[in-house]
């Protein structure tokens, strides 16, 4: 993508040859993801940005990572255990990206992303699709209205489901405010689709850390962290 996509096998300080070049994306696809992930506000004319980036946390809290680029510099930060142990509250997003931002501060000014080439789409207000138009009321009802609360495991808590003698109780998730049906995740996943009633059950198979979160029939979330054992 920083390279308007095309795609350059990896070398070390030589330039990949031409022939070995291959196209994976349009030039305007490429642009199109670059202006979203550098938080662009339009693409109708000129840089989107400084810096576009990506970030991902792995499963467990066992990696956090982001890739960014400006206009002359892919950096990419890792970081994690070597042995693959989980570290609570590993985030790319607040471990990774300063990192990142620090490597393109020792690299030198950051070098403004390219304006969009030829044959960028883009509308406004009267101008778009019917279902985009939609989507924009469907953002309104959901901010005039009550978005679904996680009340049951509270944000934060430590929730004993074992007591060493017997197997582990499962673990209840509640939900207030919010339209029906509900889907619920844990740590990414769904545990229970279409849910019309405000709370389920989840059974853990290990202590540690748990990402929970519920998204309504509008589609607004709520989400906590809790720690089981």
């Known amino acids: 993508m920083a390279n308007g996509g095309v795609a350059l096998p990896l070398h070390v300080e030589q330039a990949a040859e031409p022939g070995l070049q291959r196209r994976i994306l349009s030039e305007q696809a490429a642009w199109y993801v670059t202006s979203i992930i550098a938080g662009a506000t339009s693409t109708t004319k000129g840089s989107p940005g400084e810096i576009a980036h990506k970030t991902g946390t792995s499963y467990g809290y066992r990696d956090a990572w982001t890739i960014g680029y400006d206009g002359k510099h892919v950096v990419g930060v890792w970081l994690g255990r070597p042995d693959g142990a989980p570290v609570p509250g590993l985030v790319g997003q607040d ?35 019917p279902p ?21 495991p509270p944000a934060g808590s430590r929730i004993e489901l074992s007591d060493g003698a017997r197997s582990a109780a499962p673990l209840y998730l509640k939900v207030r405010n919010g339209r029906p049906p509900f889907t619920w995740y844990v740590d ?36 906590a962290e809790v720690f089981v054992k």
């Open 95 to 129: 471990a990774a990206v300063p990192v990142m931002h620090d490597v393109f501060a020792r690299i030198g000014p950051v070098t403004r992303l390219a304006g969009p080439p030829p044959g960028i789409l883009a509308s406004a207000g009267a101008g778009l699709p």
């Open 188 to 223: 990414g996943l769904p545990v229970d689709r279409d849910q019309l009633l405000r709370q389920s059950t989840f059974q853990p198979t290990e202590p540690g850390f748990l990402a929970i979160s519920v998204v309504d029939a509008t589609g607004a979330a709520a989400s």
């Open 132 to 152: 985009l138009k939609r989507v924009g009321r469907a953002a309104e009802r959901r901010q005039a209205g009550l978005k679904p609360e996680i009340v049951y």
